[in-house]
């Protein structure tokens, strides 16, 4: 198994969501989300491996959302979510959606209490709690008070499974442009570097 750094993971991540026809802002949050997980501890670039692999393309394109369009929308309402309970539609990967709470909780220093059949997870600001298995199912978000919010130790890599991590990495090489003689050309400072 390879040790990837949480950056490598981020970067990665991202260019998949990107080689599988998500948006940049979708992307972004793809790269994020693996982060966040890895840094908890969690199997972050494999979860998103999975959902990369499991749709032929992009939810946007494709019309069926994905964990990380609902996370992403979820996300976007923290700000406004209260102790009242806001249900989603149900999500073939809650761990993608706790990732982008964890990183709005985060950002707004809020904590929320995520449910879902056969699990639940409480996020705070750089802190997670996490019960029970992570099983497609409908899922409930509601703010709750502050628990403990100490930042815990987290290294700077990761183990990966070899085969999450190379399927993100075929996804990701369909952004990048093969190498040839147009490609090449004027590439580099040239004569004129002004930095």
């Known amino acids: 198994m390879p040790v990837m750094t949480l950056a490598e993971i981020d970067a990665t991540g991202r260019k ?3 080689g ?11 790269g994020k989300s693996a982060r966040w997980l890895a840094s908890h ?3 972050g670039a494999e979860s998103l491996a999975a959902l990369l692999q499991d749709n032929e393309g992009c939810c946007v394109g494709t019309g069926k959302p994905c964990a990380l369009a609902l996370g992403a929308s979820l996300a976007d309402r923290a700000a406004t979510i209260d102790d009242e309970p806001v249900r989603t ?3 073939a990967d809650p761990l993608l959606v706790i990732a982008q709470m964890g990183c709005a909780a985060d950002a707004l220093h809020r904590s929320f209490l995520l ?4 699990g639940r997870a409480i996020v705070g600001r750089h802190t997670l709690s996490f019960e029970g298995s992570a099983m497609a199912s409908d899922m409930t978000c509601r703010a709750i008070a502050d628990p403990d919010n100490r930042v ?8 990966v499974a070899g085969q999450a991590w190379a399927a993100l990495e075929a996804l990701a090489h369909r952004v990048l442009v ?4 147009a490609s090449r050309a004027g590439a580099g400072a040239g004569l004129q570097d002004n930095d």
Request: net charge negative; aromatic share 6%.
């Open 152 to 159: 815990p130790p987290s290294p700077a890599s990761r183990t």
């Open 16 to 18: 998949a969501a990107r």
């Open 178 to 181: 093969p190498a040839s003689d």
């Open 41 to 43: 501890g969690l199997p």
């Open 20 to 30: 599988c026809g998500c948006p940049w802002g979708l992307a972004e949050e793809a």
């Open 115 to 118: 449910e879902w059949h056969g």
């Open 89 to 91: 539609a149900p999500v």
